[in-house]
């Protein structure tokens, strides 16, 4: 797409023209994607995040004054949000086993909360290699 095409394209989506926009997102959808991907390594989140971003632009779009400049615009939207989504996302590795042990059966004993503790690291280890 050269520039003459984004320009048109962004303008008639400026206007409320889904079609316009709707190219844009096929044009510009991998690109975000892998932006996204890039910071958060996790390809559901990254899915996701991308389909906020492309929201985003469109309730956005209108304020954008210079057409031209809609791939950096939209690739700050995506580095954005994606700064935010991994800043409120749980760090999975700060998880206590104590939360995987109320998963379990209670136990009276302290063998059986030993090892109840040590299922509980084995889970948390297993769901981090999985990440």
């Known amino acids: 797409m050269n520039e003459t095409e984004l320009i048109q394209l962004v303008t008639l989506a400026q206007t409320g023209d889904?079609?316009?926009?709707?190219?844009?997102?096929?044009?510009f959808e991998q690109t975000v994607f892998a932006t996204v991907f890039r910071r958060l390594r996790n390809h559901a989140e990254a899915v996701?995040?991308?389909?906020?971003?492309?929201?985003?632009?469109?309730?956005?779009?209108?304020?954008?004054r210079e057409p031209a400049r809609f791939a950096g615009w939209l690739r700050r939207i995506a580095?954005?949000?994606s700064i935010n989504r991994a800043v409120?996302?749980?760090?999975?590795?700060?998880r206590s086993?104590?939360?995987f042990g109320s998963m379990t059966d209670n136990t009276e004993?302290?063998?059986?909360?030993?090892?109840?503790?040590?299922?509980?690291?084995?889970?948390?280890?297993?769901?981090?290699?999985?990440r």
């Open 79 to 81: 580095v954005r949000m």
């Open 48 to 64: 996701e995040v991308t389909q906020d971003v492309f929201i985003q632009a469109m309730r956005k779009l209108p304020q954008l």
């Open 88 to 94: 409120r996302r749980p760090n999975e590795s700060s």
């Open 18 to 27: 889904r079609d316009a926009f709707g190219k844009l997102v096929q044009q």
């Open 109 to 130: 004993t302290p063998l059986a909360d030993l090892m109840k503790s040590e299922e509980a690291v084995q889970v948390r280890g297993g769901l981090e290699k999985l």
């Open 97 to 99: 086993p104590e939360m």
